[in-house]
């Protein structure tokens, strides 16, 4: 899949000085046990002027003092209305900070969690307009075929969690692996702009 752009929205730091990052936390809410892996995605509002119409996994910004897996659960609840049950139940998975090219930056959490068996996604309307399940296969073509709009680091994460059979392996795996902190970083200028990764 070709590199893309910065996120939609994005203002390049032409000061020279790096922006302090803010502290977020973002959930792959999963479900199909030892049978299946299905992830759910959420877009965002395509008025946002930060990743406006973007598929993206449910989270945030955390809020004063509370802790990366406080925020998770709540984001969680506030966007696509599913209740997880335990907020040390979150397994880590990634940690994504913003390059220091970009002037709005997020030090961002990754957590997985399962979906409760009873979860019905119910969108906020709002800020998040659509939610679905999808295959991590799926969402990819969709975003290869320009139907879903995605940003780097949503496309890098499935196409990490697509070498899962089931949401029972992925977590497995999940619950032993060391998370690194991944730094993209921009090249380019304007429209010739791309973000770039060492392979993770």
Do not use: C
């Not at 803010?22 to 030892?34: F, H």
């Not at 930060?50 to 659960?73: Q, T």
């Amino acid at each position: 899949m070709p590199q893309p752009g910065p996120e939609p929205g994005t203002i390049l730091n032409e000061s020279g000085v790096a922006t302090t990052p803010r502290q977020a936390a973002t959930v792959l809410v999963v479900r199909g046990g030892a049978d299946r892996l299905e992830v759910l995605l959420a877009q965002r509002t395509p008025k946002a002027r930060f990743m406006g119409g973007a598929w993206v996994f449910p989270g945030g910004a955390v809020d004063g003092d509370e802790d990366h897996r406080a925020a998770a659960v709540r984001e969680v609840e506030e966007e696509v209305a599913i209740t997880l049950p335990d907020p040390a139940a979150l397994v880590p998975f990634a940690r994504w900070i913003t390059p220091p090219e970009v002037s709005i930056r997020f030090d961002t959490y990754f957590f997985i969690a399962v979906a409760p068996a009873d979860a019905e996604v119910k969108i906020d309307g709002s800020e998040i307009v659509d939610a679905r399940w999808f295959e991590p296969s799926r969402a990819l073509e969709g975003a290869e075929a320009d139907e879903l709009l995605m940003v780097f680091p949503t496309i890098k994460t499935l196409e990490q969690v697509a070498r899962f059979d089931s949401a029972d392996a992925l977590v497995e795996w999940a619950s032993t692996h060391e998370v690194k902190p991944v730094q993209p970083r921009v090249e380019g200028q304007g429209e010739t702009a791309r973000i770039v990764i060492d392979e993770l």
